[in-house]
């Protein structure tokens, strides 16, 4: 196999395709979707699984060698290993991540990790079953936790755990979530709430910024700069010197996350979307539907490096102009 790397326009090499397999899910955080849902996708609009491996394909030829499937929640898509599997069998492709909420992980994990998928990220924004209730908008906590020692005893380490800190919903856990780095092997990563179109509101209020979030840390134990995992992408660590884990800060809207951008993302509906928010984003479901080949396809991936912006334009308080930026996100 012939490899060209992908390359933006800023010289940030491309090896990492995030791939939402659906809009729907299972919760509705506060900060991600509305309570009755959003105007879902019809069937018809969302790419096949032989759709979006044909993606997969062109993507690796060109030097992605990293998969992350997410959502919406992606365990809600039926047979979800089917498609890990034939990922698993993309010449180029060295590792297959999953985003999940964890509610259906323990029932398709053996299954996931059979067919190849070597990481999972799971969210988890509170330890308190009623705050749970009122950040997902659907109870669930018992299952997640099960969800998180099931991984690991299952070897899917390292862990990485994401938490969106909210002022007065949940900041005041930062420091039980570090205190689990010290019980299991966890990565727990804290990440700053992003403004949707849905939630500006609640992202200019809640918002707590990362230096502070390290500040609550520090007073229950020194924290240590450390490496990330593999695959550690946007985080910044920190360890305890007694940890299994580590605790990460992840800044969306600093921009030193832009300059280490190595990442495209493809939408349940089959759009290249190049940056996490603003309108930069190419149709592939039309050409693939009209018969693209791989080199086609490639040729396209390419072409969409050069409308790769160097870095997103949003502040604190302010709406992300794409719709639905959010199901896209961190992760
Ligand atoms: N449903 C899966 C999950 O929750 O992990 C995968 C999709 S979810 C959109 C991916 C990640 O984005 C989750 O960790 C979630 O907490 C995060 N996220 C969603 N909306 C966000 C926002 N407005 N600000 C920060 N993070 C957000
Ligand atoms: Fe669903 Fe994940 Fe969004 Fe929560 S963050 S509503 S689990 S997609």
């Known amino acids: ?136 908008r659907r109870p669930g906590l018992g299952t997640v936790l099960r969800a998180i020692d099931a991984a690991i005893a299952a070897g899917l380490a ?29 990565f727990v990563r804290f990440i700053e709430v992003m ?29 240590l700069p450390v490496g990330g995992p593999r695959g550690n992408g946007p985080a910044r660590y920190f360890a305890f010197s007694d940890a299994l884990g580590a605790v990460g800060v992840i800044t969306p809207l600093s921009h030193d996350y832009c300059e280490r951008c190595n990442r495209v993302r493809l939408t349940a509906d089959g759009r290249l979307r190049l940056c996490l928010f603003g309108d930069h984003a190419l149709d592939l479901r039309s050409p693939l539907r009209s018969g693209a080949t791989t080199e086609e396809l490639a040729n396209l991936l390419r072409s969409a490096m050069l409308i790769k912006p160097e870095r997103h334009h949003l502040r604190l308080g302010e709406a992300a102009s794409a719709m639905r930026a959010f199901s896209e996100i961190g992760g």
């Open 1 to 136: 196999m012939t490899t060209f790397s992908l390359i933006d326009g800023f010289n940030r090499p491309i090896t990492y395709l995030r791939v939402s397999v659906t809009d729907k899910c299972n919760l509705r955080c506060i900060y991600c979707m509305p309570e009755g849902g959003l105007p879902w996708l019809r069937r018809d609009e969302i790419l096949s699984y032989e759709e979006i491996v044909e993606i997969v394909h062109a993507a690796a030829s060109v030097g992605v060698r990293t998969v992350r499937l997410t959502g919406g929640e992606p365990l809600v898509r039926r047979n979800l290993m089917r498609l890990v599997e034939a990922i698993a069998g993309v010449p180029g492709i060295e590792d297959i991540a999953l985003s999940t909420n964890g509610l259906l992980l323990e029932e398709q994990l053996a299954g996931l990790v059979a067919a190849g998928l070597r990481r999972i990220n799971l969210s988890l924004d509170t330890l308190r079953e009623e705050r749970f209730a009122e950040i997902a």
């Open 195 to 223: 403004p949707v179109h849905e939630n500006v509101g609640l992202q200019r209020d809640t918002y707590v910024a990362s230096d502070e979030i390290l500040e609550r840390i520090s007073a229950i134990g020194e924290l």
């Open 158 to 186: 390292p862990l990485k755990i994401n938490c969106v800190v909210m002022r007065g919903k949940n900041d005041d856990e930062v420091a039980d979530f570090a205190q689990l780095t010290r019980e299991r092997p966890v």
